[in-house]
């Protein structure tokens, strides 16, 4: 492992600025604002960046934005990106800078995503120990499913018009240690597909069940029989996970319902276990409910892919955080069953999602009683300043 070189940014060097990105942090999270609606947090990280020095292109795929940075002659380009949408949560940690706005939360820790950018931004600018280009971008609407800020920003031409020759995301880790970095090569985040099932009987009356045939005996049939695909239809060696979260049929307790629905959250690694799972849940609905005189429909909406990656990018970020905290603070992740939008951009470019540990101790994330940990601020900012450094060395 190389040696940690002094020309390179370390953790200290951000240090001066710990207060102001503490201040940023607490500011954002106080005003948090929901996917596509991050107006006034758009507003404040350009009005930043400008002030540091970057090319700022507003409005890239709504709300989005990018910050460019050109130095010296090189011929590399690298793009960094933070996510900056809160989730509708309606917070409980009781801390001084709650958020302002009633129902909405940062709750995943975009807040610190953005800060740290913003802290590393601003090093970058002030030192300019690179030669290339950088691309800071700030994407709005990761909570958004499919419609997401990574869809619309790729399709507003984000790497046309600002090309990148990698490109690296980081997200917080509940439960790992605070300043720690993590990675894994290879697919690292789940493929999240949305499956709707209407189970369609007969209504009637509640007293004469035998004229009627009931949808919410079909759907409970069906949530059973879901239950057998992870099971005994995928092989054990592989993960999967199929969830039933919503059922939804009935007003009233002496009607039995015309139809059921029933909401699925399908999640996959593997190409041909995510075509396995689409043809068993279509295939064991439409027969369960036959089997009762039912029908079923079936809408299957393919969702964010698999977040894969890349060897040669995640070895190089590797390496680029054992220099900046230490081969003891750096870890292998395991696989994480939740998804993430990113993997639209790593599909098009090559690159890396690293994790950086939020705290043993820290809640879950999508909880109301998340925080993301002020400590991490600097090592960040750090980080993404010596990866850029490194990069464009």
């Excluded at 046309?160 to 300043?179: M, Q, S, T, V, Y």
């Amino acid at each position: 492992m190389a040696k940690a070189s002094g020309r390179y940014c370390a953790v200290e060097d951000v240090e001066a600025s710990r207060n102001e990105l503490v201040e940023l942090r607490h500011r954002i999270h106080q005003n948090p604002e929901l996917s596509h609606k991050e107006v006034e947090t758009a507003r404040l990280v350009a009005e930043k960046l400008k002030a540091w020095g970057y090319e700022v292109t507003e409005g890239v795929g709504g709300t989005g934005m990018v910050g460019r940075l050109k130095v010296g002659s090189g011929t590399k380009r690298i793009g960094i990106r933070a996510d900056m949408d809160a989730l509708p949560i309606v917070e409980e940690t009781g801390l001084p800078y709650a958020s302002r706005n009633t129902g909405v939360m940062h709750a995943c820790g975009h807040d610190g995503h953005t800060t740290i950018l913003l802290g590393a931004a601003k090093q970058i600018a002030a030192t300019k120990n690179f030669s290339g280009t950088v691309n800071l971008i700030f994407q709005p609407a990761e909570e958004a499913g499919i419609d997401c800020g990574a869809r619309r920003m790729l399709k507003d031409g984000l790497f046309e018009r600002f090309p990148c020759d990698a490109i690296f995301g980081l997200h917080n880790h509940p439960g790992k240690p605070e300043k720690t970095l993590h990675f894994r090569a290879g697919p690292m985040m789940s493929a999240s597909d949305r499956v709707t099932i209407t189970v369609k009987g007969r209504g009637g009356h509640a007293a004469r069940p035998h004229m009627t045939v009931d949808p919410i005996v079909v759907a409970s049939s069906v949530v059973m029989a879901l239950q057998t695909i992870v099971a005994r239809n995928v092989d054990p060696t592989k993960t999967a996970v199929v969830t039933v979260g919503t059922i939804q049929g009935g007003k009233a307790m002496n009607v039995i319902a015309n139809d059921v629905t029933l909401g699925l959250s399908v999640r996959s690694f593997d190409a041909d276990v995510r075509e396995l799972l689409k043809r068993r849940i279509i295939e064991l609905a439409q027969s369960q409910a036959a089997s009762y005189g039912a029908s079923a429909e079936i809408d299957y909406g393919w969702g964010h892919p698999v977040l894969v990656n890349a060897e040669k990018e995640t070895a190089f970020a590797r390496q680029v955080a054992e220099e900046l905290v230490g081969p003891e603070n750096v870890g292998e992740v395991e696989i994480v069953t939740g998804s993430e939008d990113f993997a639209y951009m790593l599909e098009q470019v090559p690159g890396s999602f690293v994790r950086l540990g939020n705290g043993a101790g820290s809640s879950m994330v999508h909880t109301s009683r998340f925080d993301f940990n002020d400590e991490n601020l600097t090592v960040g900012a750090a980080y993404w300043t010596r990866l850029v450094e490194r990069y464009l060395a």
